[in-house]
Each structure stands twice: as structure tokens, then as C-alpha cells.
């Protein structure tokens, strides 16, 4: 199955795309999608920073480009967190708006999954840093050198779901009879 990880952002949007087959993964590409040059902010090439209707079309079809490019079964996007800047919130959930609606037109199913989720799959823990999810991305792939953070965490998402979409899928396809005998059986509530 082949997995595309999503890490929204306004500014700087990361992709990952791996190969899950059971266990075993296999790297195919990682990358960001930029919506504003930061070392040159008057490059013709990218809308001006305050421009968030170009930016937001950038971020769609740059999106559908990489599903298109990569032609992944599924995909997997980071829910977002709320800030403690409400328009800097906001801001996120346009450009993960534009992410999810660009992978929706491409025909994939979409997962979501936090960032603590992605985090403990990858590092072991919901605390992990930028570095540590960099350096574990690194390892369970096989790279040879670290991607960038935005790329690891888009990569994070993929493993994420390669490792629990399996799962989470079989529990969808069970019948509620059989998602609450299994969930009685196992000693856990059913609702």
C-alpha cells in the first residue's frame, strides 16, 4: 500500500510518500511545498506573503501534484491543534483545509491523526521533538541522511498509518456486534 503523508502549513506544507507491505517500509519521496519565499519575499514565482487566496490555490494544487505524481492509495493528514494565537489557528486551518480538499478531489481516503499520535507511533513518546522525529524517520526508513522537519513529520503521518491504519480499518469493516462482543471480550467498553 502506498501512503502519502501530509503536514499542513501555511507557509511551508511537508509531504512524505513510503510503501508499507505488513511491516516492512520502504521510502519513495518526501518534500514541502512552499507558498512564500522567505530569502527572497519579492520572487515573482510566489504570491506575496499577505496574499492568502494564491497561497491557499498554491497549496491545492501543489497537493494534487503530489498525488498525482505519486499515485498513493491513501493518505494520512495532522488534525490540528488550537493555538494560543486564534488567527494564527485559523490561518492553519485554511491551509489544511486546502490540503484535505485537494487530496478529496484526487479520490484518496483521507486518515487524520494529531500530532501526540504521531509522535508516540514514531518516537515513542508525545513530547518528541522536531530532531527526534527527524532521527526516527531516518531509522525506520533506511535514509541516509535526515529530511527536513516539515517532511519527517509528513512522513511520521505515513508510518503512523501504515502501522495503525490496518487495524483501525478492521475495527470499521466489524459489524457493531461484533465491535462490542470483541470490546467486552478484551474487558473495554462499548457505546
Given amino acids: 500500500m502506498r501512503i502519502l503523508g501530509i503536514d499542513p502549513g501555511l507557509r511551508t506544507t511537508g509531504f512524505g510518500v513510503i510503501e508499507a507491505d505488513g511491516p516492512r517500509l520502504r521510502y519513495v519521496a518526501s518534500g514541502t511545498i ?3 519565499n522567505e530569502k527572497r519575499p ?3 514565482a510566489l504570491p506575496h506573503q499577505g496574499n492568502l487566496p494564491a497561497r491557499i490555490k498554491l497549496l491545492f494544487e501543489g497537493v494534487c501534484e503530489v498525488a498525482q505524481t505519486y499515485q498513493p492509495d491513501v493518505a494520512s493528514l495532522e488534525i490540528v491543534f488550537v493555538n494560543v494565537d486564534p488567527q494564527a489557528t485559523l490561518m492553519l486551518g485554511q491551509a489544511r483545509g486546502a490540503c484535505l480538499a485537494a487530496l478529496v478531489s484526487s479520490g484518496l481516503p483521507v486518515a487524520e491523526y494529531t500530532a501526540l499520535q504521531m509522535k508516540k507511533a514514531v518516537a515513542g ?3 518528541a ?5 527527524q532521527e526516527m524517520t531516518r531509522r525506520l526508513l533506511n535514509l541516509s541522511g535526515l529530511p527536513g522537519t516539515d517532511a519527517a ?3 511520521g503521518l505515513a508510518i503512523m498509518h501504515a502501522h495503525a491504519g490496518q ?4 475495527l470499521a469493516e466489524a459489524t457493531p456486534l461484533q465491535r462490542r462482543t470483541h470490546a467486552l471480550f ?3 467498553r462499548s457505546y
Fill in 129 to 133: 521533538n522536531k530532531a527526534q522525529i
Fill in 125 to 127: 513518546h508525545g513530547r
Fill in 153 to 155: 513529520d509528513a512522513l
Fill in 186 to 188: 478484551k474487558g473495554g
Fill in 167 to 170: 487495524a483501525m480499518a478492521r
Fill in 42 to 44: 519579492d520572487d515573482p
Fill in 34 to 36: 512552499r507558498t512564500v
